[in-house]
Structures are given as C-alpha cells and as structure tokens.
C-alpha cells in the first residue's frame, strides 16, 4: 500500500493559536534586551515563518542579529509553544482526526515529515495521540535542519511505494517536485499567493484530501 507524507504545522496543525503568541514573547524579549525596534504584528504576518526551520527563520527575519541572541529568541519560542501545548491551547484543524481516521481505514502508511524540532514533535504526539496514526516521525532537528526535501531522500527508502507529498507551504511541494512524486496542496493552510502552483492536486479542506490522494494513486 502507498505511503502519504504529511507536513504537520499549517497542514495538520492549525499552528497560529501557539506560534503567534509564542513569536510576540520572544520579539518582545529581543525588544527589551535592545536587540530590535518596538513593532506591532498582525497574525497575517506572523504565519509567513510556519514551516520554516528556526535557523531560516531568524537568519531571513533578522539577518543582523549575533547567532546567539537569534538561539535565544528560538528557544523561547519553541519553550512557549510547548508550554501552551501541555496547557492544551493547541489545536488541528476541524476535519484532521476524521481524515486521518479514513486515510489509515484504507491502509495507507503514514509518514510525519516536520521542519520542527524533535521535542515539539514529542509534546504533540502525547497531545494529540499521534501514534494512532503514523507509523513513522522525521523532524528537520533530527538531520541537523537540513532542507526538508533532503530530509524525503534519506527516509523514503523505508517505506512502501508509490508515495504522496501533502503540505502547505513551497517546502513540501518542493520535497515532491525533486522526488518526482504527485502532491497535495493544502489551500486552508499558511502558504502565500503562489505557493501551491507547483502541487499535483489542491485540497481546500482536510475532508478532501483521501479522495484527492486516490485520484493521484
């Protein structure tokens, strides 16, 4: 039976509810230690850097600032987010139990494939019970933050064939167009105008994409 790749932040986490507060603590760090000017964010905004790798992150979003101090803000990020995790604050997009639920009923193998690090990745699958459903977790922290798509190349070996991309952001397309593997793209999640051109399919719900993945199958 085929294996689906799924992204998780933007695809099957609605990540705004952690990552927005999370980010507004950590900017506010880097404001009071006298690191960057006051600014306001709206959530628009903020959404850009989801599925991003911290490093790409902060080295994009604030180029000029000392490796440690962008670690730093990292971290408080990612402390935060797992904070308002085990208080329950995050939350999957409606639908994603369901889907998961149909995709596992007709026996595809699922793979978790996340530039997240390798504790967030843990605190969630506590959280949401995970393992009911995947079979396999690759997180960027644990290949050293190499680009996701490399990340597809080192793994996909270990599972069974043919293989499906689903995310929401130019990482995870980009992971299907070098593998030459079909896509879906999520349009309900974080991707800008454009993102999306490069996948196979388009899901603008979670509902739609078991029947989009037979389609590609």
């Not at 760090?29 to 690191?35: D, S």
């Not at 208080?87 to 978790?112: H, N, S, T, V, W």
């Not at 079979?135 to 996909?156: G, L, R, S």
Request: aromatic share 14%; proline share 5%.
């Amino acid at each position: 039976m085929a294996t689906i790749f799924f992204d998780y932040d933007g695809t099957l986490h609605n990540s705004m509810a952690i990552y927005g507060p999370s980010f507004r603590t950590a900017y506010a760090w880097l404001v009071q230690e006298g690191h960057c000017p006051e600014r306001e964010f709206d959530d628009a905004w903020i959404s850009q850097w989801l599925g991003w790798t911290a490093e790409a992150m902060w080295t994009t979003f604030a180029p000029d600032l000392p490796s440690e101090v962008w670690h730093r803000a990292a971290d408080i990020v990612g402390e935060s987010m797992d904070s308002l995790t085990a208080q329950g604050k995050a939350r999957l997009f409606e639908g994603i139990p369901k889907m998961l639920d149909e995709l596992k009923g007709k026996g595809y193998e699922l793979a978790f494939l996340s530039n997240c690090r390798s504790a967030y990745c843990r605190v969630h699958r506590l959280q949401f019970g995970l393992d009911r459903w995947f079979d396999a977790y690759y997180c960027a922290e644990d290949f050293n933050d190499i680009p996701k798509w490399q990340i597809y190349q080192e793994v996909y070996d270990r599972h069974s064939t043919p293989q499906v991309m689903v995310g929401d952001r130019f990482h995870d397309l980009d992971v299907a167009t070098r593998a030459g593997i079909p896509s879906v793209g999520c349009a309900y999640g974080f991707g800008r105008e454009g993102e999306l051109d490069a996948a196979s399919v388009v899901a603008g719900s979670p509902s739609e994409i078991p029947g989009l993945i037979e389609e590609l199958l």
